[in-house]
């Protein structure tokens, strides 16, 4: 064993080390990544974005956190008020059952759409759908 | 800014052309800055091993190199988009360590001639890695909208069996597959670029049935199983890839395809039942097939017992199981192993089927790990940006781009070490080879492009498909 495969072997070894202390920073970022997500207040499991509103309420571009049972129509108890004339007063309801979610018309009298599509009942959702209600469209989104 | 848009203006146009804002990227320039350090001792450590000497190996070519990621760094800090900085540093360290081992093989492995010169195996695959990068970087920084890729999706699908099919009439036949396609000095393997098809058309397909696949079943007797009608076109478009696949004997793009289709489809619908059906198919499948192909049929017993026939089939298998055994715990240094046989590696095909058991002997099985941990880092990172991703088609899309990376390492690394029948997919930006880093520059540039908070939002779905209206009225 001379001086310069000694060196050698070092060197061999440190870039092993480098390997090393590249993947060990790297983790470092993800795990402050996952810590701060984490950190976040308790997600609700969605949302509605209002992107089409002609009577003004809801306004456009208004976003509202969906619990697990939400109420759209025109009466004021409704957890989403749509204050449109084609609107019912109990419209419809938002539910999330399993990994899923489901519209459900309560009988309105205009109906309810989905991706521009009448519902019979109840339909199933996914994330980047749109529903319509009365002249009100909005989009249901992960938060 | 000539004119400045009035107020009620749709804010939609391309933001490329408006105010650009610079943002620093602090986290991607320390670990690049690492990164260096790293390809640094490491070009000093083959240089030496090599020439007796101490000395870098191919200084301008790393120079090149670490010019390249310092460029693709500062291109995106000048775009100024919040997108994710951990994976070109990854992506980096791994076409760094292809780079290294390229240097140090024969570069009469491969010879192109471009301009009337001609370059070696080290340059070309220089040449490929910087354009992966490039098309990375380009595509992290351009790409704000996926409506081009959730619209067309039947498009692209259509597209990519017709690059297929294209092959299999056209292709040129190389070691008894016919996987190349050759245009004049062009030459590519499109299964590369269709696995990134496959995923588009899955996560678009997928994202507008999830619904209907979670909620519905058919029920068999006592048996709840998934809705099959729905399944039915999807199934078909996979089992034409897969067909195509088979028989072009192209047998790591059918697995690499299976896989990703059922992880897609159980990330989807959660449904472990699929998965199942699926891998109770996939088995069917293989005894059919080990049964009716000769070369599905020698890969398997090549895999239960190299040492049948050591000298032929098993030969590749065998070298390379000698080849992790020689490298140990922590190698034998980078330049220091592969014995040479009349000139040549032990392994043949090793710049492109073996780079894994190359690297083992090398780096020992301290550094695959590291390799694999790298490779676990691409994976999280994608599917960080699916969980994170606003609606279904981004979420699916960016899990399946991981997923496609994290399962093709997987695949190729299992084979080389005979956990897994050896089939000829590449490692990902370790293999030499232009289609398939050019192939993953896209995956992880399209990664770079989802992983943007400030994305556009998603479209508004347009008509819908004739099985989902299906769905609709019958959930009543």
Redesign the interface.
């Known amino acids: 064993m001379d001086g310069f495969t000694l ?3 070092a ?6 080390l ?6 060990a ?3 470092r ?2 795990l402050r ?2 810590r701060a ?1 984490a950190r976040e207040p308790a997600q609700r499991p969605g949302r509605l ?1 209002v ?1 089409e509103s002609p009577a003004g309420e809801p306004a456009v571009g208004r976003s509202f956190g969906l619990d697990v049972i939400t109420s759209l129509g025109r009466d004021v108890n409704n957890a989403i008020v749509i204050d449109d004339p084609f609107a019912s007063a109990e419209h419809a309801v938002l539910t999330y059952r ?4 489901y519209l459900e018309d309560l009988d309105s009298t205009n109906g309810s759409y ?2 521009g ?1 009448p ?12 529903v319509q209600i009365g002249q009100v469209r909005m ?1 249901l ?2 938060t | 800014m000539a004119v400045r848009a009035p107020a009620a203006a749709p804010v939609t146009l391309p933001r490329v052309l408006g105010p650009i804002r610079p943002r620093a990227r602090w ?1 991607e320039l ?2 690049l800055a ?2 260096a ?2 390809l640094a ?2 070009s ?2 083959l240089g ?2 090599v020439t007796g000497r ?1 000395g870098l190996q191919d200084v301008r070519g790393l120079a090149v190199y670490l010019g390249a990621l310092l460029v693709a760094h500062v291109a995106q800090v000048l775009a100024g988009r919040r997108t994710d ?2 994976l070109l ?2 992506v980096a ?1 791994l076409g760094g360590i292809s780079l290294l081992l390229m240097e140090r093989l024969p570069q009469d492995l491969v010879v192109q001639h471009f301009f009337g010169s001609s370059y070696g195996l080290a340059d070309v695959q220089l040449i490929w890695l910087v354009g992966a990068i490039a098309v990375a970087t380009i595509l992290g920084i351009v790409v704000r909208s996926d409506s081009w890729l959730r619209r067309y999706k039947y498009t692209w699908a259509a597209a990519g069996v017709g690059l297929l099919l294209l092959t299999f009439v056209l292709g040129t036949e190389i070691n008894g597959q016919r996987l190349t396609l050759e245009f004049g000095p062009i030459s590519g393997q499109p299964s590369e670029l269709l696995k990134v098809i496959l995923v588009v058309f899955l996560a678009g397909y997928l ?2 049935n ?3 696949l ?2 519905q079943d058919t029920r068999v007797g006592p048996l709840r199983l998934p809705p099959l009608p729905y399944l039915a076109p999807m199934v078909a478009m996979w089992a034409i890839a897969l067909g195509i696949v088979v028989v072009q004997r192209d047998l790591g793009a059918a697995l690499l395809f299976f896989g990703v289709f059922l992880a897609l489809i159980y990330a989807a619908t ?1 449904r472990l039942s699929l998965v199942l059906i699926g891998l109770v198919l996939f088995l069917l499948g293989s005894a059919a097939m080990a049964n009716l192909f000769e070369h599905v049929r020698t890969r398997i017993d090549v895999w239960l017992d190299p040492f049948a026939d050591p000298l032929g089939t098993g030969y590749q298998v065998i070298q390379a199981l000698h080849a992790f055994a020689r490298g140990g715990l ?2 034998v ?2 330049g220091a192993g592969l014995p040479e046989v009349g000139g040549r590696p032990p392994i043949p095909e090793i710049h492109t089927d073996f780079p894994f058991a190359a690297l083992g002997e090398e ?2 099985i ?2 695959l790990v ?2 694999l ?2 490779y676990l ?1 691409i994976v ?2 994608g599917l ?1 940006i699916g969980v ?6 981004r ?1 699916l899309l960016a899990i399946g781009l991981a997923l496609v990376i994290g399962i093709q390492a997987f695949i190729i690394a299992a084979g080389n070490l005979k956990v897994l029948p050896l089939t000829g997919v590449t490692l990902p930006f370790i293999s030499y080879g232009g289609s398939s880093l050019l192939a993953n520059g896209l995956v992880v540039g399209l990664l770079l492009a989802l992983s943007d908070k400030g994305v556009e ?2 479209p ?2 347009g008509t ?1 498909s004739r099985w989902r ?1 299906l ?3 019958g ?2």
């Open positions: 060196v050698l072997w060197v061999r070894l440190v870039f092993l480098l390997l090393y202390l590249f993947l920073r790297v983790i970022v993800l990544d996952l997500a974005v992107l399993g990994r899923n979610w989905v991706n599509h519902i019979n009942g109840v339909a199933a959702l996914g994330y980047g759908d749109e989009r989104e992960r | 986290q320390r670990l690492l990164v350090g790293a001792v490491g000093l450590s030496t091993t101490f900085q951990v540093p990854a360290m994202s507008e999830r619904a209907l979670v909620e959660g922590l190698g240094g980078l780096l020992g301290v550094g590291a390799i941990g790298i880092v999280q990172r960080r994170a991703a606003a609606d279904d088609f979420s939002p998603p508004p779905p819908q209206r769905g609709r009225s959930a009543a």
